[in-house]
């Protein structure tokens, strides 16, 4: 049974006797806000298990920030959400000791770079045992031209993302590259005609 976490901030002195006081009797409005603000972290927490308790409102906020601009300045950071640069640096560093923040990339223009077919192929292996799965999963990580790959359920064994310059690119990577993995059976292609929604950020 996972037990629950209280946001690593949340002050040990309060309890629902202190968020009673506060908001019924004549306090500083800094007080009553930072009670207030603690509390709605605390019922947040209760609400979770798990890792997920572990993160605050302004942790989220930080998260959803950094989704949208990886590049943004400390201090940026720090007035968007209202915490000094030094508060805002030691979140950081907690997210990213925790494994919440993997790391910092460059997201670049595949047309510009001459990569203009996106292609998911359905991928269908010979047999579906342990060692085709792990022999397929090892080959497939060792390809770079292959940008995806996930193991799904349902009617094929995996689903496999590129992006090549065009067809003839396509065709080379099925034959040579695709085909050529362990354990590979059959494979379905699916060219992309419109890149829909690209930028997607996780839900915070």
């Known amino acids: 049974m996972n037990q629950i976490k209280l946001p690593y ?3 040990y002195w309060m309890d629902l006797t202190t968020i009673y006081e ?3 009797c004549e306090r500083s409005e800094a007080i009553q806000g930072e009670v207030e603000r603690a509390a709605l972290d605390c019922f947040a927490a209760l609400a979770m298990t798990g890792e997920q308790a572990m993160l605050d409102r302004t942790d989220r906020r930080i998260l959803s920030l950094l989704q949208s601009d990886g590049r943004i300045a400390g201090v940026e950071l720090a007035d968007k959400v ?3 640069p030094t508060a805002v640096g030691e979140r950081l560093k907690r997210l990213t000791r925790e494994g919440f923040v993997t790391g910092y990339r460059a997201t670049l223009d595949p047309l510009k770079l001459g990569l203009n077919l996106l292609v998911f192929v359905e991928v269908y292996l010979d047999k579906t045992t342990p060692d ?3 022999r397929f999963a090892a080959a497939v990580k060792r390809a770079p031209e ?3 790959c996930h193991m799904v359920a349902g009617g094929f064994d995996y689903l496999v993302k590129t992006r090549v310059a065009d067809m003839n690119a396509y065709r080379r990577f099925l034959g040579e590259v695709l085909l050529a993995l362990p354990a590979v059976r059959e494979t379905r ?3 992309v005609m419109e890149e829909v929604k690209t930028d997607g950020a996780l839900p915070l």
């Open 9 to 11: 901030n949340f002050p």
């Open 22 to 24: 506060a908001r019924h």
């Open 82 to 84: 209202g915490l000094s």
């Open 132 to 134: 085709a799965f792990e």
């Open 146 to 148: 292959v940008l995806e």
């Open 189 to 191: 292609t699916y060219a």
